[in-house]
């Protein structure tokens, strides 16, 4: 047995920064857990870049990488024959593994987790006895941390903290963007056996996926990852600010940076990521609204989803303030736009069968908007969403969903409800055109299910929304609407989308 354990590395853990400093040159082991593919339906999509993730690495590394196929994760550690050093893992359940396994004396030393740019003690830290709880003071917060677009007074660069009012413009009077398309890797030799093993897999019965297969559109690879980014923070970044909140049915990525799943499968550092954008704005190649707007993904929104999913803890995924209970329906668990007319939630929900992608206006305004109306079940739809997108793992989720989302957890994350009706869509979309439903219309067969959504809504949720200041205005509307009772019998009723 070695004085230096081995590094266990977990399939989010595959940059370079999870094995630096002391744990540089130490034999790594990845572990191919049968139970962790087979125990949830996940996108077949996703399954493909994780498998081609960590066997990518163990090619990269072939005189230190140990690649283990085993039932289960404690099955592949008494096989690697010693106890292991492992990083803080991104998950409750995998972190009650953890230490359960270091009880049991098969891993030596848990590591902080090394993906972020803040740690969970400094978190915790900075929200112990906060009256006021919000992400733009995390995000603030974070740019004095880590002197990210200060100016040398430690004031904001361009004199605001948040540019989000010049990103909200609606879609161009054209099908596409316009921008250079984004960057694709090439498929290799990895993807051809991993192809070949999920296709085996899912005719033995040894796992049951969602979606569509298709080419590998995310990196998987160190090397990848920085041509990516290099790719969008040159050709796209420029123009990423302005319709950042747009949606284009012919023009799935946009100007959107399509980096989550390298920087969730850690191939990137969120500093190193945010110290590059900076760069392109020091330089006078991207305007600062653009950059702006991109950094508070990075640095501020999935740092503060990350944070909070510790903070918060297991319980918060219980949260349920507006008493939502329908099941999620057939058509959209198998990921099926077939069945669905609204060209809006037809073009996102085949976006997630298609890629296992959607951006984020689509996952808030369509996807989530939806499902806000029709009360799903908020913890039914945090699983769907961590299951069904390439990007989605169980951290990320949460406060995603439960709080931003579905205001499941009566405004610990969002100060409102995002519901919208068919207005909001048409004006940042090209959807409602040559759409059945209407988005001006709330009654009768081409009524939008989501402007009549919204009103039956509101009247749905009306008691346990009225002490919400910014729920003011919208439920004075609720009360001054003549066919209220038609709407929410219709919407009651209503069995097509």
């Not at 161009?172 to 890797?185: M, N």
Request: proline share 7%; charged share 25%; net charge neutral.
């Amino acid at each position: 047995m070695s004085d230096r354990p081995p590094l266990w590395l977990f399939a989010d853990q595959l940059g370079p920064h999870f094995r630096d400093g002391d744990l540089a040159g130490r034999r790594i082991v990845l572990i191919e857990s049968a139970h962790a593919f087979a125990h949830k339906r996940y996108h077949r999509q996703k399954l493909h870049l994780v498998l081609a993730g960590l066997r990518g690495l163990a090619a990269e590394l072939p005189d230190r990488v140990t690649l283990i196929r085993a039932p289960d994760y404690r099955t592949g550690l008494a096989e690697a024959g010693e106890p292991v050093v492992v990083h803080e893992p991104g998950s409750h359940a995998a972190d009650r593994l953890v230490r359960r396994l270091h009880r049991e004396g098969l891993v030596a030393e848990i590591r902080p987790a090394a993906g972020f740019a803040r740690s969970k003690a400094d978190f915790t830290s900075w929200a112990r006895g906060r009256g006021r709880f919000v992400m733009e003071d995390f995000y603030r917060d974070q740019r004095r941390r880590f002197e990210v677009l200060l100016e040398p007074d430690g004031e904001p660069a361009g004199g605001q903290w948040n540019f989000d009012r010049d990103n909200r413009n609606p879609p161009p009077k054209r099908s596409e963007l316009g921008v250079p398309r984004p960057w694709h890797p090439e498929e290799n030799e990895v993807d051809e056996r991993v192809r070949a093993d999920l296709d085996a897999w899912t005719r033995d019965g040894l796992i049951t996926t969602v979606g569509a297969d298709g080419p590998r559109r995310f990196a998987v690879s160190r090397a990848e990852a920085r041509r990516a980014l290099r790719k969008f923070l040159d050709d796209r970044l420029p123009s990423f600010g302005a319709h950042q909140d747009a949606m284009l049915a012919g023009d799935w990525a946009m100007s959107h940076a399509l980096l989550s799943v390298p920087l969730n499968l850690g191939l990137l550092h969120p500093l190193d990521v945010v110290e590059q954008a900076e760069r392109r704005y020091r330089e006078g190649t991207a305007p600062l609204p653009a950059v702006e707007g991109f950094i508070r993904q990075v640095l501020g929104w999935r740092e503060w989803v990350w944070h909070l999913y510790w903070y918060l803890g297991p319980d918060y995924l219980r949260h349920n303030e507006l008493g939502a209970h329908t099941p999620l329906p057939g058509w959209w668990r198998d990921l099926d736009p077939g069945a669905v007319g609204a060209r809006c939630l037809r073009t996102a929900l085949a976006g997630v069968r298609d890629r296992g992608y959607a951006h984020h206006i689509e996952r808030l305004m369509v996807l989530g908007n939806h499902a806000l109306q029709r009360g799903y079940d908020p913890g039914e739809l945090t699983e769907w969403f961590a299951t069904a997108f390439v990007d989605g793992f169980p951290w990320v989720m949460p406060a995603n969903v439960i709080g931003m989302s579905q205001y499941a957890d009566g405004g610990i994350v969002a100060t409102k409800p995002y519901a919208a009706g068919g207005a909001y869509v048409n004006r940042m979309s090209d959807h409602c055109r040559g759409c059945p439903f209407d988005p001006k219309r709330r009654l009768g067969p081409t009524a939008c299910p989501f402007t009549a959504g919204y009103w039956a809504f509101l009247d749905r949720t009306a008691d346990r929304l009225r002490g919400n200041q910014r729920m003011r205005q919208p439920l004075n509307g609720l009360a001054r609407l003549a066919d209220l009772e038609a709407v929410v019998e219709q919407e009651h009723r209503r069995t097509e989308f």
